[in-house]
């Protein structure tokens, strides 16, 4: 089945411990990207990928950090989470490259930092 | 940069009725994509419209891409409780890279039965 996973979907942290949430895709896809969505503030790009150690900001990338070693990975790594990085986030890739083709989204990872 | 609005931010409806949200950019988009998020779910995709003007039909959803491709809008005829969620509008972030996907806020659905 077609997929792409996230992990761990539900994790509460603490501030300054570094965390890494996994994100893999079975579907040979080329683009990646990482999202974060908050309450009134939608949708927002942390960092996308175009392909294999290929990778560049988004809207809101201070606080992240991502790697692109293989092409179904794509991990998004909080090296210190504070409060303010407590989210919902979301890990999608594409065919094409993200702005003309369907993403297909993770199931979520809600983070919780205290 | 780039903005993507969309209005209204929330909609309640009786079962049975209409429902439009509507999308508008800052800039012109090459194109725009629609997402649908259920309550506790992720976005799916929808629908994504290229041309000036185009008009692309889903069972009971009508989606419309502006003549100036600054604006779209979705319309659900004779809603039903599986309606319900949030729908996001997406279009390419204008200038730079064009890979990065700028979402609206969203609008929210709920249906009363």
């Known amino acids: 089945e077609a997929q792409v996973t996230q992990n761990p979907r539900y994790l509460i942290t603490v501030t300054g411990k570094k965390l890494t949430v996994t994100c893999s895709q079975n579907?040979?896809?080329?683009?990646m990207s990482w999202y974060r969505q908050d309450p009134g503030l939608g949708l927002r790009q942390i960092y996308y990928s175009m392909n294999v150690e290929v990778t560049d900001k988004g809207d809101v990338p201070e606080g992240y950090k991502v790697s692109r070693k293989e092409k179904r990975n794509f991990p998004l790594i909080l090296e210190s989470p504070s409060p303010n990085q407590t989210s919902l986030y979301f890990c999608?890739?594409?065919?094409?490259?993200?702005?003309?083709?369907?993403?297909?989204f993770g199931e979520g990872s809600r983070l919780t930092v205290l | 940069g780039q903005q993507v609005m969309q209005i209204p931010q929330y909609q309640h409806v009786q079962e049975g009725e209409d429902f439009t949200t509507y999308c508008n950019s800052s800039t012109t988009l090459s194109n725009i994509q629609w997402y649908k998020q259920r309550p506790g779910g992720h976005p799916v995709f929808l629908i994504q419209l290229v041309k000036s003007g185009e008009v692309k039909k889903q069972k009971r959803l009508t989606f419309q891409f502006g003549e100036a491709k600054k604006n779209s809008s979705l319309h659900i005829t004779a809603t039903q409780t599986t309606d319900v969620g949030t729908y996001f509008c997406a279009g390419p972030s204008s200038g730079g890279s064009n890979y990065k996907l700028t979402f609206g806020k969203g609008t929210l659905l709920t249906v009363n039965p």
């Open positions: 999608a890739s594409s065919f094409e490259t993200g702005n003309t083709g369907e993403l297909f």
């Open positions: 579907m040979n896809h080329e683009y």
